[in-house]
């Protein structure tokens, strides 16, 4: 009941200053917007108000239903074009706005009470919530996909504007390193498999594996959901891992014991969908010995010394001695994928404390062309490793300029020409859409004002 009450009580407040004119009735729900032939409902216009409306700067009940309505033209297009987002790519934002939502809300009864639905409904509302988002992204992202601008056309739209108009690019840094992975005693290795066995023979007992999965696997995120993980195609999981699970056929059966780079695993399968697989699985990471750890510290610092003595380059030490796999190729230069697919080894500070913390505030330290002392950090796959880090470059913050940041800049002039034909997409959609608005809907100052025709 209190959940219930701080519900509308947002609801009222809210409304003194900006409501229409339902607002103040007793109206349960109702259609609002029609877009073709879909509908917006007043309650999908205030789930989105009291989650998003105190971010935003103009009026929700005007914004949040145009928004809406765009989405929908999206949708309806990719609907046309056979445009599609995968189950496995929905999910991890799913996993992750709903991992986020339980540790604000303290836990996930307390979410459940909040949001006055189950975990199993909240997962799917948020499913489908996430299903729209990205396949509208996909359908802009297929609009846009010609946009390119050559390099004149660059310096062409930044050559009059004044310097303090110009992109303020933060500071920036590259960085080399050298991995060692502490060594894993064959007692240690044999521990885990034996665990791993004990928790096949409970579930060919009876025992539930979800159960199992819940208690004992160590990968955060699916052992929440009792070790299920979302459908994934082969290329998207490691190759030791894919050729145990696709080989499975029985929902009923639990694996061989299977190494990969994250651990040691047993799966169940759960479903098969043309060629796309749904399993759960239990992760177990060996246990890193200090011994081991101190082990590889000590080797690093030598290798360090050897460097500083001039006997070999970090170069070649990454090439011949790093064990991460990623790096060992590149000289040892970390690289940095950005959002849009492109990669650069340039990482502003904050992406590098999502590629590791430890490793940021290493570097942070560093003046360009000094190597660190060892220590220790979490790889992408989880694994506690030992590494010397070098700090090759740091660019401060500075206005972009053509010399350094063209490529910056000629992102900035592909997002407007972007911009510039959804706007002229968006605009001809609706000169062809059958748009309905609601009388008490109307008073808007639209973004696009041809919503009322």
Not at 256 to 267: L, N, R, T
Request: proline content about 4%.
């Amino acid at each position: 009941m209190k959940t219930f009450n701080r519900f509308f009580l947002s609801l009222l407040f809210g409304c003194i200053t900006h409501c229409p004119s339902w607002a103040q009735t007793n109206i349960i729900d109702e259609v609002v917007w029609v877009v073709g032939d879909e509908a917006i409902l007043r309650s999908d216009v205030e789930k989105i108000r009291v989650e998003y409306g105190n971010q935003m700067d103009g009026n929700p009940y005007c914004m949040i239903p145009e928004q809406l309505a765009i989405q929908k033209l999206f949708l309806h297009q990719a609907a046309i074009d056979s445009i599609e987002v995968s189950d496995a790519e929905i999910n991890q934002y799913v996993e992750q706005d709903i991992n986020q939502k339980i540790l604000t809300a303290g836990s996930k009864e307390k979410l459940e009470e909040y949001m006055r639905m189950s975990l199993t409904q909240i997962r799917e509302e948020t499913f489908e919530q996430y299903r729209n988002e990205l396949t509208a992204r996909r359908m802009r992202e297929q609009l846009t996909k010609d946009v390119k601008v050559t390099p004149a056309e660059v310096r062409r739209h930044f050559k009059d504007l004044p310097e303090d108009s110009l992109p303020l690019i933060p500071t920036q840094v590259e960085v080399q390193i050298v991995v060692l992975q502490p060594r894993i005693p064959a007692e240690e290795t044999d521990r885990i498999k034996e665990e791993l066995r004990t928790y096949t023979e409970r579930v060919n007992s009876g025992t539930s594996f979800s159960t199992l999965a819940r208690l004992y696997s160590e990968d955060p995120a699916s052992a929440r959901q009792g070790g299920e993980m979302p459908y994934y195609g082969r290329a998207e999981l490691d190759p030791a891992f894919a050729n145990v699970a696709f080989s499975l056929t029985d929902p009923k059966k639990v694996s061989k014991i299977v190494q990969s780079e994250f651990g040691y695993h047993i799966i169940q399968l759960i479903d098969k969908r043309g060629d796309k697989i749904k399993c759960r699985h239990i992760l177990k990471r060996p246990q890193v010995q200090q011994a081991e750890i101190d082990e590889a510290i000590a080797r690093l610092d030598s290798i360090t010394d050897d460097i500083k003595k001039e006997k070999f380059t970090f170069e070649d030490a990454a090439a011949v001695i790093s064990e991460d796999k990623d790096t060992r190729n590149n000289h040892g230069i970390l690289s940095n994928m950005l959002e849009d697919g492109e990669q650069t080894t340039r990482f502003e500070m904050g992406q590098l404390s999502k590629v590791s913390p430890e490793l940021a505030r290493v570097v942070e330290a560093l003046q360009p062309g000094e190597i660190s002392k060892a220590f220790t950090m979490l790889n992408s796959k989880g694994a506690q490793v030992c590494a010397v880090a070098k700090l090759r470059n740091r660019i401060p913050q500075h206005r972009a300029n053509m010399a350094e940041d063209f490529q910056v800049l000629r992102k900035v002039v592909e997002e407007k020409r972007s911009e510039e034909v959804i706007q002229k997409w968006i605009k001809e959609k609706q000169a062809k859409t059958y748009v309905r608005i609601n009388e008490d809907w109307r008073g808007c100052e639209f973004q696009y004002p041809g919503w009322i025709k």
